[in-house]
Antibody, heavy 118, light 107 residues
Framework: VHLVQSGAELKKPGASVRVSCKASGYTFTGYYMHWIRQAPGQGLEWMGCMSPKSGATDYALRFRGRVSMTSDTSVSTVYMELSSLQSDDTAVYYC????????????WGQGTLVTVSS | EIVLAQSPGTLSLSPGERATLSCRAS???????LAWYQQKPGQAPRLLIYDASTRATGIPDRFSGSGSGTDFTLTISRLEAEDFAVYYCQQYVRSPNTFGQGTKLDI
């Protein structure tokens, strides 16, 4: 089981970023994908999750209206788009596979650093 | 949302010693839907324990989890050099799936 994320991004304040997470080694539609971020030197923050099978999503309240999680089953890839970026969105963003919307995450991507700076 | 408070913030021990890490929830975590992760610098977190006490695949038996309700514990019976890292607890009984702030295990 592997999750491979897209590369580092540098964005200006107000812009949007899309991070991809390509899955392999398991039935893509059989598991939820969670997104967790980690600001420099800080702890882990759960952003939300989605089902690639149904398209159902659950976003943390603080990101609603600003985050979108989608998937393309033809390429076993999940996407997380975050808009209206500010400097405090600078973080490493991880995708992680879970058994459901309320589950632990047993496989993680390598992380994608998103830097927001003018 | 359920807030998780981990203690201590930093734990300084030596190889061979026993480590006890605590995670306290602001509300009951029913069904023991609590996990523990280990994170080393520059790496993604690794799942150690789920459902409060079940070791994830490939995790050595020196790691054990216990607890229920609002109080949970991760115990490392005999520390090895590779165990010095940051440890996070996570509840997944209710959205949002929150994490504790972490405990740093120092040599």
């Amino acid at each position: 089981v592997h999750l491979v994320q897209s590369g580092a991004e540098l964005k200006k304040p107000g812009a949007s970023v899309r991070v991809s997470c390509k899955a392999s080694g398991y039935t893509f539609t059989g598991y939820y994908m969670h997104w967790i971020r980690q600001a420099p030197g800080q702890g882990l923050e759960w952003m939300g999750c989605m089902s690639p099978k149904s398209g159902a999503t659950d976003y943390a309240l603080r990101f609603r209206g600003r985050v979108s999680m989608t998937s393309d089953t033809s390429v076993s890839t999940v996407y997380m788009e975050l808009s209206s970026l500010q400097s405090d969105d600078t973080a490493v963003y991880y995708c992680a596979r879970g058994g459901g919307p309320y589950s632990s995450a047993n496989t993680w991507g390598q992380g994608t650093l998103v830097t927001v700076s003018s | 949302e359920i807030v998780l408070a981990q203690s201590p913030g930093t734990l300084s021990l030596s190889p061979g010693e026993r480590a006890t890490l605590s995670c306290r929830a602001s509300q009951s975590v029913s069904s023991n839907y609590l996990a523990w992760y280990q994170q080393k610098p520059g790496q993604a977190p690794r799942l150690l324990i789920y459902d409060a006490s079940t070791r994830a695949t490939g995790i050595p038996d020196r790691f054990s989890g216990s607890g229920s309700g609002t109080d949970f514990t991760l115990t490392i019976s005999r520390l090895e050099a590779e165990d010095f890292a940051v440890y996070y607890c996570q509840q997944y009984v209710r959205s949002p799936n929150t994490f504790g702030q972490g405990t740093k295990l120092d040599i």
